[in-house]
């Protein structure tokens, strides 16, 4: 009998030990679900916080673009202001023919039809004249001296 008890004592002290473990191991496991639960609230505010970031970003962005686009818009009204109304000219008004008057003993190329393209005056010339003419025909039976180069004759290669 007192090694029956001797035995019983010995599981019970396994089973002492087990349950302490598994106690231990619960407590662990209480942990472990606390800081999943911390990692997940953790991770909800940096991803709400991403978003915001993002669409901050985006507005930020957004605006840089207008504010871009607003500026060359005025850039080039300026410029075309400046070219349209620099030198007394008004490209805007209608029915004139948008030149400034020209110089007293000048001409004024824009009002001259003959105006080529890049403002060039061209004399009262039809495109015809300014082609040369050709060489006139030589009579019959006539012959038409040529010039033959010095290093083909037979001389320059003698000597």
Not at 49 to 58: N, P, S, V
Not at 70 to 84: E, G, T
Not at 150 to 157: D, E, L, N, V
């Amino acid at each position: 009998m007192a090694q029956v008890q001797r035995k019983v004592e010995e599981v019970k002290g396994v089973m002492m030990q087990n349950v302490e473990q598994v106690l231990v191991r619960g407590e662990r496991l209480d942990v472990l679900v606390d800081r999943t639960d911390d990692l997940r609230d953790q991770a909800q505010q940096f991803q709400r916080q991403g978003t915001k970031l993002r669409k901050r970003m985006w507005w930020q962005n957004f605006r840089m673009k207008i504010i871009l686009a607003a500026v060359v818009v005025v850039l080039v009204v300026v410029i075309f202001l400046l070219a349209c109304y620099s030198g007394g000219r008004n490209c805007t008004k209608t029915g004139s023919n948008n030149t400034a008057p020209a110089p007293a003993g000048q001409n004024n190329l824009a009002a001259d039809n003959n105006v080529v393209p890049g403002g060039v005056s061209m004399p009262e010339q039809t495109a015809s004249a300014l082609v040369p003419a050709a060489a006139p025909a030589a009579p019959q039976g006539a012959t038409i001296p040529t010039q033959v180069p010095a290093a083909a004759t037979p001389a320059a290669s003698q000597g």
